[in-house]
Structure formats: structure tokens, C-alpha cells
């Protein structure tokens, strides 16, 4: 990861977190897009019991590699320089992705990747995607312990297969002379939580960067009836909690900031964002691609635009895009998505020296 690509991203949050402060004091609006999010399918090979994706009889009508690179540089039309973050789904069942990922390379645009790891990390596939130059790559890993990911992820022998995935993954960086971060994403549940900090040693031993917890969300009936965790666990999940903040401040490579950590108790118990964190500010920065051009800046409010069909400046300040403003910045859902949670400045600068420091020395 080059400090560079981190100082430029960097000023562009400085400036971004200005606008947003006018905003929010004047509602004059010279916010531009600061998190791009591109889920480029909803189809996956995986059938997580937190996730209902796999489950659908059927998908919306997916763009094109064309569309998408339409919309891409409309983008970058507007703001310039940017990283993309693409997910899925499982982004590399899309036909022509890896394509998708070279546009980006020779045009400029930041770019990383959130996969599920198993069956897209083997070595000819982890040549092309390291050839197109990551930004980062982050991988879905729930437990150390086989049988718990395995089983959270529905799909037996996943666990080896991602391992060997992340080192064809080390070994290509190594062997390109790059040093983009690769991070793991454990989805925190009832099943996973009292072995999470044991994560932070193994993540290192198997070649990886970083870690990114996310607390599982409600949206199955597998959550309500055996994920969810419940007020009766909730000391052990504060001792682990506390556990993650120690070694977090002691320089382990753990990118969640402290106050999202502190959340999680919160979050379990189902309450309302504290006034601390308000306004949610989602509406003033994000920028999320549905795989059928629908753009939202959070799913749980309306879209604002289609990409299909207009330029990203035209959505940005539509009416559309203004009335989500005001909605979102109204609202008190405490959220802890990795992609919706508050980020301060400060916790931005953070995240970027840990991945600098983790993954040069990796």
C-alpha cells in the first residue's frame, strides 16, 4: 500500500469531512461521493445462515461490464480520483469481473474486492486479479475453528480452501513486489465471538493483513434462532470486547475504531444510535451500486438515482439525493455495517497507518 495512494485519499476525506460540516450548519450542499460501493452481482456460491442472497428465486437484472464501466467513469468524472469497493454477492461469479478490475487499473481508479475466498482464489485467478492492482482484497473468514465457519458459512471444507486462497494471494503480492493489504471480515455472532480474539495472531500466520469485525445483522430467521447474542452472553461479549480493545491499542492490526467496538453491547441489545454519534452522515458520502444500476447512499432509505440511465453528478444533486440527506440525517438506527458505521476523521487516519505499518511489514 503506498503512502502516497493514502495521503491523496486522505485530503480527499479532509475536504469531504468540510462539506459535510456545511452542510450540516448551512445545507449548502458541495458534498461530493467519499465511499463508493459497487455490489457488482447479488448471486453467490455460498449460503451463509445470516444471509438471505442465496437464498432469492430470482435476481434483478444485472448491468453489463460496459454499464458498469460507464458508470464508473462517470464518476470518476465527477470527483476524480476514488476507490471503488466491490462486493457482492460473490463478486467473481460475474461474468467478465476480472475485466471490470483491469478498467479500473488503466484508468486510474482505486479499487479492492470483498469475496468469500473458497472457490476464486486459485492461483490463475489470483494472478489476474494482482495483475489488474488491488487496493486491497478483503476476505470473509468467521472462526479460526473449521466447524464454526464452515457451519456459518454453509459450505463444508470452506475454511481450507479460503487458507490456501489467502496464501496464493501472499505469495502473488510477494512475488509482483506490491504490498496492497489483505484484510479478514469476520461477521460477529453467538457461534464465533468468544474465539475472536485468537484471530489476531492466526490472521498474520496465514499471510493476511488486518482485521474488520462486523456484528451480524437481523434479517434471518438462522439469526433470531441461534446467531443473535443474547442478554444472557453479553458479559462474555464485553470481556472479548475489552480483550479487542487491549490489544487493538497495543498495535494489533484491528481496523474497527474504539467507539464501534464499545457499540457492541448496544447493538445486541437492539437501542438506538447515542446522541454522540449523530447525525448519521451516510447521505453526504456514500455512494452504493446495486448490481441493476440503482444507486443508494444506505439501503435502508429509498435510491436516489440509476446509474443506467443518468451521470453521477445528475444524481448527486437530484431532489431525490437531497430528500435522502434529510432523511438519513434524521435517523437514529445504530448501524455497525462496516460500509454504514460512523468513521471519524481521526479513526480514518488510524486505519490507514495500521494497514501502512501491517502490511509493510508482511
Known amino acids: 500500500m503506498k503512502a502516497l495512494d493514502l495521503v491523496s485519499l486522505g485530503t480527499k476525506h479532509v475536504r469531504n469531512a468540510l462539506s459535510e460540516e456545511l452542510y450540516l450548519r448551512t445545507g449548502r450542499d458541495v458534498t461530493r461521493p467519499a465511499a463508493i460501493f459497487a455490489e457488482v452481482v447479488e448471486r ?45 454477492g460473490e463478486p467473481y461469479i460475474k461474468k467478465g469481473f476480472l475485466d471490470l478490475l483491469r478498467f479500473c487499473r488503466d ?12 472457490a ?7 494472478a489476474q486479479t494482482v495483475e489488474a492492482r488491488p487496493f486491497n482484497i478483503n476476505i470473509s473468514i468467521d472462526s479460526t475453528d473449521p466447524t464454526i465457519h464452515n457451519y456459518s458459512r454453509g459450505v463444508e471444507n470452506s475454511l ?8 496464493n494471494v501472499a505469495e502473488q503480492r510477494r512475488a ?18 468468544r474465539r475472536l480474539p485468537e ?30 447474542i443474547g442478554e444472557s452472553e453479553l458479559d462474555d461479549l464485553i470481556k472479548v470486547r475489552d480483550e479487542l480493545l487491549r490489544l487493538k491499542r497495543a498495535g494489533a492490526p484491528i481496523l ?7 457499540a457492541w453491547p448496544n447493538h445486541f441489545r437492539r437501542e438506538k444510535a447515542p446522541k454522540e454519534v449523530m447525525p448519521c452522515r451516510v447521505g453526504m458520502r456514500n455512494y452504493f451500486i446495486r448490481s441493476d444500476g440503482r444507486l443508494e447512499v444506505c439501503w435502508f432509505f429509498k435510491p436516489i438515482g440509476n446509474v443506467r440511465t443518468q451521470t453521477a453528478r445528475e444524481i448527486w444533486y437530484s431532489e431525490e439525493a437531497q430528500a435522502r440527506r434529510k ?19 481521526q479513526d480514518k487516519l488510524k486505519m490507514g497507518l495500521t494497514l501502512l505499518t501491517n502490511t509493510k511489514a508482511a
Open 44 to 88: 453467490c456460491n455460498y449460503k451463509c445462515r445470516y444471509c438471505d442472497y442465496w437464498r432469492r428465486p430470482n435476481y434483478r437484472d444485472e448491468m453489463s461490464i460496459d454499464e458498469w464501466q460507464r458508470a464508473l467513469a462517470s464518476l470518476k468524472e465527477f470527483i476524480g480520483a476514488y476507490h471503488v469497493e466491490f462486493a457482492g
Open 107 to 118: 484508468n486510474d481508479i482505486h479499487w479492492g474486492v470483498t469475496t468469500n475466498g473458497g
Open 120 to 126: 476464486y482464489l486459485n492461483k490463475k485467478i489470483v
Open 160 to 167: 481450507s480452501d479460503i487458507v490456501q486462497g489467502i496464501r
Open 176 to 193: 509482483e513486489g506490491l504490498d496492497f493489504p489483505i484484510i479478514i471480515k469476520p461477521v460477529v455472532h453467538k457461534l464465533n465471538f
Open 199 to 228: 484471530m489476531v495472531d492466526w490472521i498474520q500466520q496465514i499471510g493476511a493483513t488486518a482485521l474488520s469485525f462486523q456484528p451480524v445483522e437481523q434479517g434471518t430467521q438462522e439469526v433470531e434462532d441461534e446467531l443473535w
Open 256 to 262: 474497527n475504531g474504539e467507539a464501534v467496538l464499545r
Open 327 to 345: 432523511e438519513t440525517i434524521a435517523c437514529d438506527k445504530l448501524c455497525l455495517f462496516t460500509c454504514l458505521a460512523q468513521r471519524t476523521l
